[in-house]
């Protein structure tokens, strides 16, 4: 602890040659039940050894984050690891009874088409809707932070009605995820939905289409409410980074004689781009998972045939429909690397030199 | 407190350290999801008596759990007093999440004596029979009826009706208790108002549908967005086409079972309505509620459904619709089994799970439900047929109603119960019926459509992961 203040007073040392104060091997059990007793009841000779301070700072570490940790280990990590477990066995999830199989589940992934038809369209949502999502994502943000007329002394300034914009873009972050699929199978029912509806009324009614119907729409329609979603939250993230920039860099940028595009690509995003990557990643973990978008508002569930098939729609039939939950289990798993894969990935394209200011 | 000192992101660090230490400890976690005790404490038996056949231990207790969906739970309530006369109380509860409530209980091994395993989110019945979690309802087939003690259970149960309920074996798990009736479904009003009867054979179907487009009239909807609807009236058809061994192959997975002539013929059918363009226009992307409405609405004469569709589609019927049901339509006079011959079976299943503590009271209490008492309160309340023959005779009905009451006189032995919805679930709805809308929607011909389903049938086949059923 090198800022600590209270450096540990040596004493005084006699002139006899100092060897290096080690720790005799019979004092570890001390330090041990050091360890677990309180500071009142510690003996006094691990007190005056010199290694005391860490011990002390570790021992109230410890002890006072055992029960969160506690809790948290019993409810989130143990049901991880028993997954890993469980993804080795055939159990069917209706009883208590099941048998080890090894990884006959993984095997059986490999050459299952329909998982691989899901693991696509995954993949497919999860480079289309952080790259739709965040683009539209900044721009909206930078129209809000700098795309107004530049007023007397002001180097930047908003739209107007800027803040209006923000809440309403964030509107679909406090609807219910089950409620936006609702909503959203009504808007493209092909019969009575409002988007056929203004098609025909604008007299393109050859352009109404069966949005969700048609295998070639249908993953297009999904990717656009997954987007329409998650976008007002990043117009509320990038504009709260972009607000923490500081105004004379903008202001040098004018005198420069920067145009908008330049400003944004050459000062804004640079600067908030910590939050970008950020964003990037849970962005591309809500792509990943989609499950209640499709499960709600598509055909048969992940139709038409396999067009909107996600894996965790997969996951779900398997483990709930036709009851072979270690199947499932072993879903979960290949579903987990890859996000963590993922986010691996993520990180290391989009390392920068951190710019502070 | 000690001499201690920590800033805070040393904090963080130690504490996402001792958080990894804590990790591989937790390896030594006892399994909590599945660790059930299969013991249960099941109540004393009581004396068998001929008011008392299955031997109920009068004093106990009783658990039933309905789901709470079309049918409401209303007609379980007064089953509940008919059952409290001779018997203990019984503890009720209904819930539209059967799965998501009754799987950890079927799991610990302490399930309630009756359960209603119904509704989108029901237990997939055939993994608790593998498991060995649910009773054999044997003792309840061989009781005598409530009404008349001179017969059994067995007897009086609707053809189909014990079939339905067992699973490869002669066992019977799930007493399905109350009678469907599908087939195509139209307004004696409409029809009249073109003039027109129900068609008997398709071109009279096709002639319909060509007088109704004049009209400005569709022929057909259907639930879009749940293609396993067109299985109602496309299973019968087969079965009229080619014979009962067409759908019964189909249910056995037997090879090439698709590629009989009935399937092709009967696709060609039913393209043929989709390239003349009678089927209503965005069909495909709408789901049942709006299917039924825009038929009751007179934008389209047909609509393969259930006999639960006169009250799903209630609110928007109007007076004089006269809602009614027919065999689906033949092909033409060369069809091998007769006009009247339809699809029905019992549905709405009901299980006594085998770990419950009063297994006896369960039987007990579905026995209760099979008496007249029981089974015409159902009718009149929900207005659904029961599995009892005979049961609603004398009653009062609904259009619909009395139009599948007739139907199911008229078909006499000619009724099939096609299997395959409840065997193999998965293959029936996504991939049979996702197969049917691709091509209902002109994705494909008759010819890929009839390729892909042998396709997916060969599939489930080979799955060694899904269970295997043949017809006895």
Redesign the interface.
Same mark, same amino acid.
């Given at each position: 602890m090198a800022n600590d203040v209270r450096t540990v007073e040596r004493k005084p040392t006699d002139t006899a040659p100092r060897k290096e104060e080690g720790t005799p091997l019979g004092d570890y059990p001390l330090y041990a039940a050091a360890f677990f007793l309180p500071p009142r009841l510690t003996p006094e000779r691990v007190k005056n050894n010199r290694r005391y301070r860490a011990l002390d700072t570790y021992r109230f570490i410890c002890w006072f984050l055992l029960i969160p940790l506690v809790i948290y280990a019993i409810f989130v990590i143990s049901p991880f690891l028993q997954a890993f477990y469980y993804s080795l066995t055939d159990w069917t999830g209706y009883s208590s009874d099941f048998a080890f199989v090894g990884l006959d589940n993984y095997a059986r992934l490999l050459d299952d088409s329909t998982f691989w038809a899901s693991m696509r369209n995954s993949l497919l949502l999860l480079v289309a809707a952080p790259v739709v999502t965040l683009g539209l994502g900044l721009f909206f943000a930078f129209m809000l932070q700098a795309g107004g007329r530049h007023k007397k002394n002001e180097a930047i300034s908003g739209v107007r009605g800027a803040k209006f914009y923000k809440v309403v873009y964030f509107f679909p972050q406090v609807i219910s995820v089950a409620i936006i699929g609702v909503v959203w199978a009504a808007m493209y029912d092909p019969i009575t939905g409002p988007l056929n509806g203004i098609l025909r009324a604008a007299g393109l009614g050859s352009l109404a289409q069966n949005w969700l119907a048609d295998p070639k729409l249908a993953l297009g329609s999904v990717l656009f409410v997954l987007c329409w979603m998650f976008i007002g939250f990043y117009v509320v993230l990038f504009s709260a980074a972009m607000g923490s920039i500081p105004k004379d860099i903008y202001e040098a940028a004018l005198l420069d004689g920067a145009s908008r595009p330049t400003t944004f690509f050459r000062v804004t995003l640079p600067l908030i781009w910590d939050t970008v990557q950020t964003g990037w990643i849970y962005m591309g973990i809500q792509a990943l998972d989609a499950f209640a978008i499709v499960h709600i508002m598509t055909i048969n569930k992940g139709g038409p045939g396999q067009s909107t098939l996600v894996t965790p729609v997969f996951l779900y039939k398997k483990a709930f429909d036709v009851g072979q939950a270690g199947y499932a289990t072993a879903v979960g798993v290949v579903l987990l690397l890859v996000t963590m894969v993922f986010a691996a990935i993520m990180m290391l394209l989009s390392r920068r030199e951190r710019i502070e200011y | 407190?000690?001499?201690?000192?920590?800033?805070r992101r040393?904090?963080i660090k130690?504490?996402a350290a001792?958080?990894l230490a804590?990790?591989p400890?937790?390896?030594a976690?006892s399994?909590?999801?599945?660790?059930?005790?299969?013991a249960s404490d099941k109540v004393e038996k009581g004396e068998k008596t001929d008011k008392n056949p299955l031997g109920v231990n009068k004093q106990a207790g009783l658990e039933v759990v309905i789901f709470n969906g079309g049918y409401g739970d209303q007609y379980a309530q007064d089953a509940h007093k008919v059952y409290e006369r001779s018997y203990g109380e019984v503890k009720h509860s209904k819930t539209q999440k059967i799965?998501t409530k009754m799987?950890p209980r079927?799991?610990?091994?302490n399930p309630p004596d009756v359960i209603n395993n119904s509704g989108a989110e029901n237990?997939?019945i055939?993994?608790?029979i593998?498991?060995?979690?649910v009773a054999d309802l044997e003792p309840l087939l061989d009781a005598p009826t409530l009404d008349d003690p001179a017969k059994k259970v067995r007897d009086v149960l609707m053809p189909g009706t014990i079939e339905k309920g067992q699973f490869g074996g002669k066992e019977m798990y799930q007493l399905n208790y109350s009678f469907t009736v599908y087939g195509t479904w139209y307004s004696k009003t409409a029809l009249e108002r073109l003039d027109v009867e129900y068609p008997r054979t398709w071109d009279e179907m096709l002639a319909v549908c060509a007088k109704a487009k004049r009209e400005g009239i569709a022929g057909w909807t259907y639930a879009?967005?749940?293609?396993y609807y067109f299985s109602f009236t496309l299973y019968p058809f087969f079965t009229k086409i080619g014979g009962p061994d067409v759908m019964k192959d189909i249910d056995n997975l037997e090879p090439n079972a698709w590629k009989h002539d009935a399937v092709k013929k009967a696709f060609d059918a039913y393209y043929e309505l989709y390239a003349k363009g009678y089927i209503? !226009?965005?069909?495909? %992307?709408?789901?049942h509620i709006?299917s039924q409405t825009?038929w009751t609405k007179g934008n389209a004469l047909f609509i393969p459904n259930g006999s639960w569709v006169e009250n799903e589609a209630r609110k928007t019927t109007p007076k004089d619709f006269q809602m009614t049901v027919a065999p689906p339509t033949s092909l033409d006079t060369s069809d091998a089994m007769p006009f009247e011959t339809v699809y029905a079976e019992a549905s709405e299943p009901f299980m006594v799970p085998a770990k419950a503590k009063n297994v006896e009271g369960g039987m007990e209490w579905l026995r209760t439900m099979l008496g007249k008492e029981s089974t015409q309160n159902f009718t009149k309340l929900v207005s659904a047929l029961t599995c009892v023959q005979g049961a609603a005779e004398g009653m009062e009905l609904q259009s619909g109603l009395a139009s599948a009451s007739a139907v199911l006189d008229a078909a006499g032995e000619h009724v099939i119960t096609p299997r395959i919805q409840d065997w193999y679930?998965?293959l029936h !709805?996504?991939k049979i %019926?996702?197969t049917i809308?691709?091509m209902m929607?002109g994705?494909i011909k008759p010819e890929e459509a009839v390729k892909r389903c042998q396709r997916f049938a060969d599939e489930t086949a080979k799955d060694d992961?899904?269970k295997k059923y043949k017809h006895t």
């Open positions: - | 407190m000690g001499s201690t000192d920590v800033n040393e904090l130690r504490s001792a958080g804590a990790v400890a937790m390896g976690l399994a909590c999801a599945s660790s059930g005790s299969g799965r799987q079927m799991v610990k091994g237990m997939d055939a993994s608790l593998k498991d060995g979690q879009g967005k749940h293609p209503l !226009k965005g069909t495909p %992307g709408i789901d709006q825009q679930l998965e !709805k996504d %019926g996702g809308a691709a929607s994705d992961s899904i």
